[in-house]
C-alpha cells in the first residue's frame, strides 16, 4: 500500500532561520495528490498546501513545497522561520481516495 | 469553510466498554473518514466511506466496526472496548476524493481505562 516517510520527529529551530521538512513517499499511482497539513496545539489538522504536478513550486502562507517525482519527494520549506509556525506538520498522499499520512514532524521555534 | 461536528469531545470507559463516535458533516461531501492520533505513529485510517451505506476498511481496522446511515453521518463503533484504543480520534470529510483536502473535526479524545 502507499506509505509516507517523514524522518524527523522534530524539528527546533531560531527563529529567522529556514525551514525544511522532509517528506518521501511511496505508491504505485502514477499520479498522486501529495499534501501537507498543518496542526497547531490543541487544533485540528488543516491543509497548509498541495500539489499534483510534477516539478512546480506551490506556495502557501510563506511556505513552499515542490513536488519531484523522479525523486518522489514532497519536501516542505520557508525562507525565514516565525514563532507562529510552531506546530505539527504532516505530509500526505492520496492515491486513491485513500489519504495516507506520514507520522509527523514536531517544529519547534524559539526566539 | 467545511463544517465537520464530532460528539462527544471527550469520553472515558472501562475495559470491555461499548463506544460510539459520532461524526456530521453538514457541505454534502461524498467522502468521509475517521483517523486515530498517537504519538509517533501520527494519523492513521480505521475505516472510510465514499457514501451513505458504503464502507472501506482502512489500515488500522481491528477492533473498530463504522457506519454511514446518511450522507451526514458516520459512527464509528467500539464494541469492546481495549486500552489500546485510548486515543485522539478525528473525523474528517472531502468532497470528491484524491486531489480534495480533508476537513477535519475537532476530535474526540477517548480513554479506555
Known amino acids: 500500500g502507499d506509505s509516507v516517510t517523514q524522518t524527523e520527529g522534530l524539528v527546533t529551530l531560531t527563529e529567522g532561520l529556514p525551514v525544511m521538512l522532509n517528506c518521501t513517499y511511496q505508491t504505485i499511482y502514477s499520479n498522486p495528490f501529495l499534501f501537507w497539513y498543518v496542526q497547531h496545539l490543541n487544533e485540528s489538522p488543516r491543509l497548509l498546501l498541495k500539489s499534483f504536478t510534477d516539478n512546480k513550486r506551490t506556495e502557501h502562507q510563506g511556505f513552499h513545497a515542490t513536488l519531484h517525482k523522479s525523486s518522489s519527494s514532497f519536501h516542505l520549506q520557508k525562507s525565514s522561520a516565525q514563532l507562529s509556525d510552531s506546530a505539527l506538520y504532516y505530509c500526505a498522499l492520496n492515491g486513491n481516495y485513500k489519504p495516507t499520512f506520514g507520522k509527523g514532524t514536531s517544529l519547534v521555534v524559539h526566539p | 469553510e467545511a463544517a465537520v461536528t464530532q460528539s462527544p469531545r471527550n469520553k472515558v470507559t472501562v475495559t470491555g466498554g461499548n463506544v460510539t463516535l459520532s461524526c456530521r458533516q453538514t457541505?454534502?461531501?461524498?467522502?468521509m473518514y475517521w483517523y486515530r492520533q498517537d504519538t509517533g505513529h501520527g494519523l492513521r485510517l480505521i475505516h472510510y466511506s465514499y457514501g451513505a451505506g458504503n464502507l472501506q476498511i482502512g489500515d488500522v481496522p481491528d477492533g473498530y466496526k463504522a457506519t454511514r446511515t446518511t450522507q451526514e453521518d458516520f459512527f464509528l463503533l467500539l464494541e469492546l472496548a481495549s486500552p489500546s484504543q485510548t486515543s485522539l480520534y478525528f473525523c474528517a470529510s472531502s468532497e470528491t476524493g484524491a486531489n480534495e483536502r480533508l476537513f477535519f473535526g475537532h476530535g474526540t479524545k477517548l480513554s479506555v481505562l
Open positions: 457541505n454534502s461531501h461524498n467522502y
